[in-house]
């Protein structure tokens, strides 16, 4: 820090007499700027990022003023430049960010720079976490299979990621079998503070997974962003973003016995979707909250995105200290984290009253019930005692309002399986004797989420050992697995003898990775598979994770419940999803006596007992003292070079973005004469627009990988391939759920699904017909309603939109992240006005629309779209353009955030 124009450099001391220069947001009061000490945490932490990075050019004096003035509910017009302290990535979003950064490297040397000028400026770890697959379960050597499994099919990513270890010097590599990203950066990526050129600072980090926001259980602030962003604070942009509303949610009371930290965030993300905190800092206050341990802090950070907000922040205290302590994190910098938050003014959780939020929320964690979240959406929060009622309700219910429009006669129907119920030698071929409506075929404890949760962990594994005792099963046919988030977790369930229990029960170790969760859990029986599809059964998994959109889970489950991990092995036991869990018997015993969940159910001191028990700090030390992947990573070589040499690959390919590039940005055409590709409704996720698990042989990209000779059983999954763009372009759009309203419904009335469209009349599949129109010269639209881009944070759900030719996305709201990477991609967001939707505008295949040039675009413009019908009128309807910030407009203007940063480093 060579420019300290306020004056704010001072000195702390530790516990053991070590000192530290620091940045200090009270000097900063003190000279007058504002309240600083009233400001939200969350905001603190980001002034001092600001105040830290002042240098008079690219972040001035300005900006902190700006920041340290923060009103509750000011309008929000000005913009931040956070330089964050590192970058997480997990496989499927880093490696297409390292295929765009050797991309780059090759344009930087095209256009007569040197390769090396792309390089990350500040330390940037990669987690290989989301590629294995459960393709074994319930077998004792499913963890090795899978493994191996994972190392076949990926071996060329896993060779394109060593290579970058080698040519970018702060690029680092977890490898497979580890653990989850944001498990993994709670437990060990995590320092806590840092020191660079004598001053120790917060740590502060952004990640290419929307779930990134787990490490706010920490105080860590950090968020997830695309992969473009992602690719832009690694060269040491800042990162611009609006001042934000702060939330404040006070927590009160405490839970009640049997309630877990899963049933909370359920609780937390019902409630804040309601409270619609979407692109806002949500930070969380109160004696309640102070009460809650870090892990259940991280349940609650975690879920973040499907609360909608951009943090989910829990300041620093004594839980934390401890909580850095119990996971092997050294003394001395255990001390500096304290030291340096306790100076700051930053360290213990504030009371709702000693700060200013943007508004206050209040959750009383006595009321919080155990629950469900489902069938279809993660704020979809049923209690338990409800679900039966609720799950016939949706049976019946209409296609066009969440149900699946089934007659009585049908809901009540069972079909049987040919061999069902017959003895099997493992229980991966086992099957069903019939096959019914709301029966389980998928319980999975698996995520981040929960697996970072010791207590619902333990809960799990009691709860299996007392259904053990009473000689319950599983039925045959459920594909049961168990993926922790960490290789800690498999050693504390050991120590407490909880891991047989659940191999018992199915519940074998499969993976140590994010599975189930992202669309991973592997094929079902060919025999259960024929007889959901074939006589269109409406059946459930169960799974301790936070996503559950549709054809996320499974392309053929079509009801999946997000639930706290003891109750994935509840349902697992009873077998189907509408049980009366109070009243019902999960089974019975040797005897025939009906047991009942609540006998099984642990207490909280059972719990805490196990956990006294079986936790050990050297357990973490051992796990991440030496992560080098085994003989099956270092088997693989490692390519050399400052750039790469792309070889023939269906996985890795040079990406189009710097196709035609020049030192000087074109200005952005006309959108004239533009067709609607897609109209869309509500609600539409990023996996809905670039699905990320399996796909067909029969699909634009299964046709595609056969013609290049990869067989359908080698295809993997659409997150897998994300490093070849050919395979995401035919991606994208085509999930088999999408439903695109210029298609008129069924012969049965039900609503078309999959990736369709309209071209002339005739339907084809969404990528031929952008193909058509790209070589016709006809721009396109897409059109869609609500919370547009919601769900993981997917830069190729952009990226794909953009390869397919469209220019502009119109919709009634959208989530942040996408919002952002339609931006950062080059792709115009807008937004309708008022009650205006595309379906109070009747939009239709065959309307035409103009936008006026975009030559002179204003960040958060009212411009006029255009639409002519086949009628011939004429109508002129407001759209406001969502580039929010000056930054973005100049992001928007060179074409998206790529080239313009590239440019950059040409000129410096």
Same mark, same amino acid.
């Given at each position: 820090m060579t420019h300290d124009p306020f004056d704010v450099l001072r000195v702390f001391t530790t516990a053991s007499g070590q000192h530290g220069r620091y940045c200090s947001l009270a000097a900063l009061e003190s000279a007058g700027l504002g309240a600083v000490s009233r400001l939200p945490v969350s905001l603190r932490l980001v002034l001092e990022s600001v105040l830290r990075h002042c240098d008079g050019e690219n972040i001035t004096e300005a900006h902190v003023r700006a920041l340290a003035g923060w009103q509750p509910q000011a309008p929000r017009s000005e913009e931040i430049p956070f330089v964050v302290a590192r970058v997480v990535l997990q496989d499927f979003t880093g490696v297409p960010l390292l295929c765009d950064l050797a991309a780059m490297r090759d344009a930087a040397a095209a256009a007569g720079g040197e390769p090396g000028i792309v390089e990350p400026l500040v330390a940037v770890d990669l987690v290989v976490d989301h590629s294995v697959m459960i393709d074994h379960w319930g077998r004792p050597d499913a963890l090795e299979l899978n493994l191996q499994r994972e190392y076949e099919r990926n071996r060329e990513r896993y060779a394109f990621l060593k290579w970058g270890t080698q040519a970018l010097r702060s690029f680092r590599v977890v490898p497979p079998g580890t653990g989850i990203v944001h498990q993994v950066n709670l437990e060990y990526l995590c320092r806590g503070v840092h020191e660079r050129d004598g001053i120790t600072y917060p740590d502060t980090l952004v990640g290419t997974d929307s779930h990134t926001t787990m490490i706010d259980a920490l105080g860590v602030l950090g968020w997830g962003v695309g992969g473009i962003e992602a690719e832009a604070a690694m060269l040491g942009q800042p990162l611009y973003f609006l001042t934000p509303d702060v939330v404040g949610v006070e927590l009160t009371g405490r839970l009640r016995e049997g309630v877990t930290a899963t049933d909370l965030v359920l609780a937390v993300t019902e409630r804040l979707r309601r409270e619609r905190v979407v692109g806002c800092f949500v930070e969380f206050c109160g004696e309640g909250t102070a009460g809650l341990s870090v892990t259940d802090r991280a349940t609650i950070a975690n879920m973040a995105p499907e609360y909608g907000a951009t943090t989910g922040f829990f300041p620093v205290d004594a839980r934390t200290v401890e909580y850095l302590q119990h996971t092997g994190r050294s003394d001395e910098e255990i001390e500096r984290f304290e030291a340096y938050f306790r100076a700051q003014g930053l360290f213990g959780v504030p009371a709702a009253a000693e700060l200013d939020f943007s508004r206050l929320v209040t959750i009383d964690l006595a009321a919080v019930v155990p629950s469900l979240a489902g069938p279809k959406r993660p704020q979809d929060r049923i209690a338990l005692d409800e679900l039966p009622a609720r799950f016939r309700q949706l049976l019946a219910g209409r296609p066009d309002e969440g149900g699946y429009g089934l007659t009585a006669e049908q809901i009540d129907a069972r079909v049987p399986l040919a061999g069902g119920g017959e003895p099997a030698e493992n229980r991966e071929d086992a099957l069903p004797a019939d096959l019914g409506h709301g029966d389980v075929l998928i319980a999975a404890i698996t995520s981040c989420t929960n697996t970072s949760?010791?207590? %619902?962990?333990?809960?799990?594994?009691?709860?299996? =050992?007392?259904? %053990? +005792? =009473?000689?319950?099963?599983? =039925?045959? +046919?459920?594909?049961?697995?168990?993926?922790?988030?960490?290789?800690?977790?498999?050693?504390?369930?050991?120590? #407490?003898?909880?891991?047989?229990?659940?191999?018992?029960? +199915?519940? /074998?170790?499969?993976?140590?990775?994010?599975?189930?969760? *992202?669309?991973?859990? +592997?094929?079902?029986?060919?025999?259960?598979?024929?007889?959901?599809?074939?006589?269109?059964?409406?059946? /459930? #998994?169960?799974?301790?994770?936070?996503?559950?959109?549709? #054809?996320?889970?499974?392309?053929? *489950?079509?009801?999946?419940?997000?639930?706290?991990p003891p109750l994935v092995v509840a349902y697992a036991l009873a077998g189907r999803i509408d049980i009366d869990l109070a009243h019902e018997p999960l089974g019975h015993d040797a005897d025939g006596r009906p047991v009942f969940l609540r006998e099984l159910w642990p207490t909280r001191a059972e719990i805490a007992d196990t956990l006294a028990h079986a936790s050990d700090p050297d357990s973490y030390r051992r796990r991440y003292g030496a992560i080098d992947g085994g003989p099956l990573w270092q088997d693989i070589p490692v390519p050399n070079g400052a750039r790469y040499h792309w070889p023939d690959s269906a996985y890795i390919a040079r990406p189009p973005f710097f196709d035609g590039f020049t030192r000087t940005p074109s200005p952005p055409a006309d959108i004239r004469d533009a067709r609607a590709l897609l109209i869309l409704g509500d609600s539409v996720t990023t996996d809905h627009i670039s699905p990320a698990g399996s796909f067909r042989a029969d699909s634009p990209a299964g046709r595609y990988l056969q013609s290049l000779g990869v067989p359908p059983a080698e295809f993997n999954s659409y997150g897998s391939r994300r490093g070849n763009h050919e395979v995401m372009i035919r991606g994208t759009f085509a999930n088999v759920r999408i439903r695109n309203r210029m298609l008129a419904p069924g012969a049965d009335g039900k609503p078309v699904e999959g990736g369709w469209t309209l071209l002339d009349g005739e339907r084809v599949t969404v990528y031929d017909a952008a193909m058509e129109y790209g070589r016709r010269g006809v721009p396109t639209l897409v059109f869609a309603g609500e919370e547009y881009g919601t769900g993981s944070s997917r830069d190729w759900a952009a990226k794909g939109t953009l390869l397919l030719g469209v220019r502009a996305v119109v919709a009634r709201s959208y989530e942040r992240i996408h919002r952002s990477n339609l931006v950062g991609m080059g792709v115009l967001p807008l937004q309708f006005s008022g009650e205006d939707s595309a379906h109070t505008l009747n939009l239709g295949p065959d309307d035409r629309f103009d936008l006026p040039p975009l030559a002179s675009l204003k960040p958060q413009q009212t411009l006029e779209l255009t639409i002519r019908s086949p009628d011939g009128s004429v109508r002129q309807v407001p759209v406001l353009c969502r580039i929010d910030t000056p930054i973005e407009l100049t992001c928007f203007r060179h074409g998206g955030i790529l080239p313009w940063v590239l440019r950059q480093l040409l000129d410096d």
């Open positions: 949760n010791p207590e %619902v962990m333990v809960a799990a594994g009691l709860l299996a =050992r007392a259904a %053990v +005792g =009473r000689g319950l099963t599983v =039925r045959a +046919g459920i594909k049961t697995s168990l993926a922790p988030g960490s290789r800690v977790v498999s050693d504390y369930l050991e120590r #407490a003898g909880l891991l047989a229990p659940l191999a018992e029960l +199915g519940f /074998a170790l499969s993976a140590y990775g994010c599975t189930t969760c *992202i669309g991973n859990a +592997g094929e079902l029986a060919p025999a259960i598979e024929q007889a959901v599809t074939g006589h269109g059964l409406v059946c /459930a #998994a169960v799974l301790s994770g936070n996503r559950n959109f549709e #054809a996320r889970i499974h392309p053929r *489950i079509r009801a999946n419940f997000l639930g706290s």
